[in-house]
């Protein structure tokens, strides 16, 4: 089972506290916004993650489980 | 209730005569001034087929319907694409009862399809709420127009009246609510939030509007032409559908045709007819077209070399970078400034931000400044890199579409009108920079010829 970063843009204030905790999958913008690598996390990443959505002040760093299937979007 | 009085029960669906397949079918029996009231509208299409769902769920009917939809392939006509079978299946298998909301904001200022559709045809709009409603099981319809569309509202306040006073037993409960007018409130997931009695905002997603929607119910939110069609189908069924349009996009759409036209206004389409065709039942063009908005602002621009060889369906129109989106179809004049234009289209998109994401909130910001430096000759020469990089900023990092629709008419604007930016960019404004804007803005709507003149047919 694999494990993605996502952010809820409408949550996240660009305290950027993702960025210190997780900086191999999370860089910031030039307004200081998080911009994220959401490809799969491997092995002690997950943890990190984790540990950084925990941190952030707005919940809005999201570790979450690969879905088994694409759901339909419009 | 007298014999003579209309009724939506008691149809015969083996004994509906499908009608010739061609054009106009939408449009059929829309009159100059006026809705059709529900008798006359009864007279062009007779009833709707009763479909069987409604307050007992998941009959064989329904299921018969949404397959039939699912068979003619119809597409939502919000400016997505996105199949509507697919957003019927999750609604009628979902474990909670469905709401149905038909979405009639079109926030869109250069469409007026959805506007024609409430304000003349009210009854093809709610027939088509009230088939959906009983193909996924849904006891209530909600129609939600923008606040500002006064005719509109009027016309279909009077249909669901017209309706409640013929009787009709089945109908799910039809009500309007009245929505605020800005760009992203007819976006699905500020819709429901507004319903929800929160702000018109987008929402973070998932859950859908489909899983998780009104009062947390399931719901189908249906763009006002994709259900108008449904009314159709639910007629005349899917191979009637499929007569008309390509094997990918099947059937007709309703387009608004502006600019420099003889006779602006909506037009009904099959999809895959070509532009020159839509531009010759608009009595041709006024005057030399230096290119076309296909799918509104947050469509792509097509320039004057291709305009002649491009046909209306998305299948053709990908290659081109552009789709047919809402329906929108605005050709601008060679006197007019593309630069000047995007523009101001830009400054209005970063202004119509929901202002609940940052990257798009500053990004399309500082997109649009950057533009404005570009169009008066006064940005550095890396401006190429700095729109570059602002793009990769903004793209897929907002909660909904926005930011991205966004970026397709000011990116295609800048690929489509090169020469002319990379002339800005070296010697400021140009001539035709002083001239009035062309392309429609909500504060410089199109012009009273477009929405009073009523559709012919290419």
């Keep these: 089972m694999s494990h993605r970063v996502r952010v809820n843009p409408i949550a996240c204030e660009a305290h950027g506290m993702c960025?210190?905790?997780?900086?191999?999958?999370?860089?910031?913008?030039?307004?200081?916004?998080?911009?994220?690598?959401?490809?799969p996390l491997h092995g002690a990443q997950v943890e990190h993650a984790l540990r950084a959505a925990r941190a952030c002040p707005t919940f809005a760093l999201l570790v979450e489980r690969e879905r088994k299937r694409e759901r339909a979007r419009s | 209730m007298s014999a003579s009085a209309p009724t939506l029960a008691e149809p015969g669906p083996a004994g509906v005569q499908p009608p010739a397949p061609a054009l106009p079918r939408l449009l059929s029996g829309i009159r100059p001034h006026g809705a059709l009231a529900l008798e006359q509208h009864l007279a062009v299409h007779g009833p709707l087929p009763s479909i069987g769902g409604g307050r007992r769920r998941?009959?064989?009917?329904?299921?018969?319907?949404i397959a039939e939809i699912e068979r003619a392939g119809l597409l939502g006509h919000g400016g997505a694409a996105f199949p509507t079978a697919a957003k019927m299946h999750a609604v009628a298998g979902a474990r909670k009862r469905g709401i149905v909301v038909v979405n009639a904001l079109e926030g869109e200022p250069a469409s007026l399809k959805d506007r024609t559709l409430l304000e003349s045809l009210p009854h093809l709009v709610l027939d088509g709420a009230v088939a959906a409603a009983e193909a996924v099981g849904a006891d209530e319809v909600i129609v939600c127009a923008c606040e500002s569309a006064d005719v509109g509202i009027e016309?279909?306040?009077?249909?669901?009246?017209e309706r409640a006073g013929a009787g009709?037993?089945?109908?799910p409960g039809l009500r309007l609510a009245t929505a605020p007018s800005h760009y992203v409130a007819g976006q699905e997931s500020a819709l429901v939030n507004f319903l929800n009695g929160g702000p018109a905002k987008p929402t973070f997603t998932p859950p859908m509007p489909f899983e998780q929607g009104v009062r947390q119910r399931p719901t189908l939110v249906n763009n006002v032409e994709t259900l108008a069609h449904v009314a159709l189908i639910a007629r005349y069924g899917a191979a009637w559908f499929r007569e008309l349009g390509t094997p990918t996009q099947p059937g007709s759409a309703l387009v608004t045709l502006s600019g420099p036209i003889a006779h602006p206004g909506v037009y009904e389409i099959e999809h895959g007819a070509s532009l020159s065709s839509l531009i010759r039942a608009g009595g041709g063009s006024t005057a030399r077209v230096r290119g076309a908005l296909l799918g509104g602002y947050a469509g792509a621009w097509v320039g004057a070399p291709h305009l002649d060889a491009v046909a209306l369906s998305n299948e053709h129109l990908a290659a081109l970078g552009a789709s047919l989106g809402a329906g929108v179809v605005l050709l601008l004049s060679e006197d007019a400034c593309p630069v000047g234009e995007t523009v101001r289209v830009a400054r209005w998109l970063a202004g119509q931000s929901a202002r609940q994401c940052g990257p798009c909130v500053h990004g399309l910001d500082a997109l649009a400044t950057t533009l404005e430096e570009l169009a008066g000759g006064i940005?550095?020469?890396?401006?190429?890199?700095?729109?570059?990089?602002?793009?990769?900023?903004?793209?897929?990092?907002?909660?909904?579409?926005?930011?991205?629709?966004?970026?397709n008419p000011i990116l295609s604007a800048l690929d489509v009108f090169q020469a002319e930016f990379a002339d800005h960019a070296r010697h400021g404004p140009c001539a035709g920079c002083s001239r009035p804007a062309e392309l429609p803005l909500p504060e410089r709507p199109l012009s009273e010829a477009t929405t009073r003149d009523r559709p012919a047919r290419p």
Excluded: M
């Design chain 2, 168 to 171: 009709s037993e089945r109908s």
């Design chain 1, 19 to 39: 960025a210190e905790l997780l900086p191999e999958r999370i860089t910031l913008d030039e307004w200081g916004y998080p911009v994220v690598d959401g490809t």
């Design chain 2, 379 to 407: 940005a550095g020469a890396n401006v190429a890199q700095r729109v570059d990089r602002l793009a990769s900023l903004i793209a897929r990092r907002g909660a909904c579409g926005h930011p991205d629709g966004a970026l």
């Design chain 2, 155 to 161: 016309s279909i306040a009077r249909a669901i009246e």
């Design chain 2, 58 to 65: 998941g009959s064989e009917r329904a299921a018969t319907l």
